[in-house]
């Protein structure tokens, strides 16, 4: 596949790196020579320096025989003019672009995208994927990833083993054994800062950080069996009163579990607009920073503190701050990748990854085949990929023991009809079944040829 990716920032370098060690044949453009040139010395890619919405540097970067057009520039308007330039000119036939301003991904707006219009096929927000992971993190405080499939039939909880872990040095063979009718499976494990896919006869160790795909009825039991508290978040604090506060606190005000919410935001025009927007909860304008705002805020007796201002140091700082008030579950909003390794020793429960998810919506939008949903894990170590299986893939008609996966694969969940069922060896998946897999990133390319996937589902 023929890709371009516009935007050489931290996205479009992750996207360009997925692409590249798949063998697609991808170009990336930027106005930044610098950024084309790190994309060049670090990736098997092409790079044009120059503005992506010139239809002479797009022509240049080959999008007269491109499969796909991806603007992930830092301006929604190039990125719009990106994908209208590539349809009209070029006739591209898949493009993709990430728009950030509220007032383009207003739903009575929606039209504007149509193919007579400004013809683009899918649009990502950041804004809204940060937040609907943020709500995520907040739905599972033992966790310190989480992410759901199967339309909330199965979630992946990521998950650290501590010594008083009833499960630890115990083989995974084992468990199936001691947990007969848990539906639940360890896809993934990190142990000495290297993920693997784990095979029955590993055990897990003090220090593992392992991801298990769990049943959405099994969850409570799952949590239990690795020694996880599970606590109902009543109180939250929210510092940070842009898109994504306002977006979290929102959901959080329509929700049925009726949390109370209160929101510290240091700008006063957007405290005042994040006030008229909501209706229970209580905005507070300081410093999140402020030791006395915080407490004014109540984050002592708050269940959690979400941390999602737009400087990583500012929400690493308040979360380290609202745990020391004895705040039991602190989350950060991190931009930046290197700052992740500080999260264990300052605290820090969990954090989101803003570029993480929206690489991840991306990715859903790229894979071929019917893939309706895509999560990146780590530093593009790995994915968890839900699909349907088609009736000319190859492990149709076959037994779990008998697929010839990769290593770096595991099926973590089933659901066939409207049942999520349990993985066994002797399980059989047909045509028209969902499953979702663990695939560490070496073994994506070789995980689509038994998918049976095709551009020709474009």
């Known amino acids: 596949?023929?890709?371009?990716?516009?935007?050489?920032?931290?996205?479009?370098?992750?996207?360009?790196?997925?692409?590249?060690?798949?063998?697609?044949?991808?170009?990336?453009?930027?106005?930044?020579?610098?950024?084309?040139?790190?994309?060049?010395?670090?990736?098997?890619?092409?790079?044009?320096?120059?503005?992506?919405?010139?239809?002479?540097?797009?022509?240049?970067?080959?999008?007269?025989?491109?499969?796909?057009?991806?603007?992930?520039?830092?301006?929604?308007?190039?990125?719009?003019?990106?994908?209208?330039?590539?349809?009209?000119?070029?006739?591209?036939?898949?493009?993709?672009?990430?728009?950030r301003a509220q007032s383009y991904l207003?739903?009575?707006?929606?039209?504007?995208?149509?193919?007579?219009?400004?013809?683009?096929?899918?649009?990502?927000?950041?804004?809204?994927?940060?937040?609907?992971?943020?709500?995520?993190?907040?739905?599972?405080?033992?966790?310190?990833?989480?992410?759901?499939?199967?339309?909330?039939?199965?979630?992946?909880?990521?998950?650290?083993?501590?010594?008083?872990?009833?499960?630890?040095?115990t083989p995974l063979r084992q468990l199936s054994d001691l947990f007969?009718?848990?539906?639940?499976?360890?896809?993934?494990?990190?142990?000495?800062?290297?993920?693997?896919?784990?095979?029955?006869?590993?055990?897990?160790?003090?220090?593992d950080s392992c991801y298990v795909m769990v049943h959405a009825e099994d969850i409570s039991r799952t949590l239990e069996?690795?020694?996880k508290s599970t606590r109902k978040q009543e109180r939250v604090v929210i510092i940070g009163g842009g898109n994504v506060g306002l977006s979290v606190a929102q959901h959080l005000e329509k929700g049925t579990s009726r949390v109370r919410a209160k929101m510290i935001e240091r700008n006063r025009k957007c405290a005042e607009h994040a006030a008229e927007a909501l209706e229970r909860t209580i905005v507070l304008h300081g410093d999140g920073m402020d030791a006395a705002l915080l407490r004014e805020a109540g984050v002592d007796r708050a269940d959690a503190a979400l941390c999602v201002t737009d400087d990583d140091k500012v929400n690493m700082l308040v979360a380290v701050r609202a745990k020391a008030a004895g705040c039991p579950m602190v989350i950060a909003l991190i931009n930046d990748p290197t700052l992740v390794p500080l999260m264990e020793p300052l605290g820090i429960d969990a954090y989101i990854n803003p570029r993480a998810t929206t690489v991840s919506s991306i990715l859903r939008h790229i894979r071929h085949g019917r893939v309706k949903s895509v999560y990146s894990i780590g530093d593009a170590?790995?994915?968890?990929?839900?699909?349907?299986?088609?009736?000319?893939?190859?492990?149709?008609?076959?037994?779990?023991?008998?697929?010839?996966?990769?290593?770096?694969?595991?099926?973590?969940?089933?659901?066939?009809?409207?049942?999520?069922v349990r993985i066994t060896g002797g399980l059989t998946i047909e045509e028209g079944d969902h499953i979702v897999l663990f695939v560490l990133s070496k073994d994506v390319a070789e995980l689509e040829r038994l998918l049976q996937v095709s551009i020709d589902f474009f």
């Open 180 to 207: 007969s009718t848990l539906r639940s499976v360890v896809v993934g494990v990190r142990r000495d800062g290297t993920l693997f896919a784990p095979e029955p006869r590993d055990q897990l160790f003090v220090g």
């Open 225 to 227: 069996i690795f020694g």
């Open 1 to 99: 596949m023929k890709v371009i990716i516009c935007g050489a920032g931290q996205v479009g370098w992750q996207i360009a790196r997925h692409l590249s060690g798949e063998r697609n044949d991808v170009t990336v453009v930027d106005s930044n020579p610098e950024l084309v040139r790190r994309a060049t010395d670090t990736l098997d890619v092409q790079g044009i320096a120059g503005f992506a919405s010139y239809p002479d540097v797009l022509d240049k970067a080959g999008a007269r025989d491109a499969d796909m057009v991806i603007a992930a520039t830092h301006s929604d308007e190039v990125n719009m003019v990106t994908c209208q330039v590539a349809h009209s000119v070029f006739e591209v036939p898949r493009k993709i672009a990430r728009l």
């Open 381 to 420: 170590e790995a994915e968890v990929i839900e699909a349907e299986v088609l009736s000319t893939s190859p492990i149709a008609g076959s037994k779990v023991r008998d697929i010839d996966f990769p290593e770096g694969v595991l099926i973590g969940a089933v659901r066939k009809g409207d049942d999520v």
């Open 106 to 169: 207003t739903a009575i707006y929606s039209d504007l995208y149509r193919r007579d219009h400004l013809p683009i096929d899918v649009v990502i927000s950041p804004e809204r994927e940060v937040a609907e992971a943020a709500l995520q993190r907040l739905a599972a405080p033992a966790a310190f990833d989480t992410e759901t499939f199967l339309d909330g039939g199965a979630q992946l909880l990521g998950l650290s083993i501590d010594e008083d872990c009833p499960v630890v040095n």
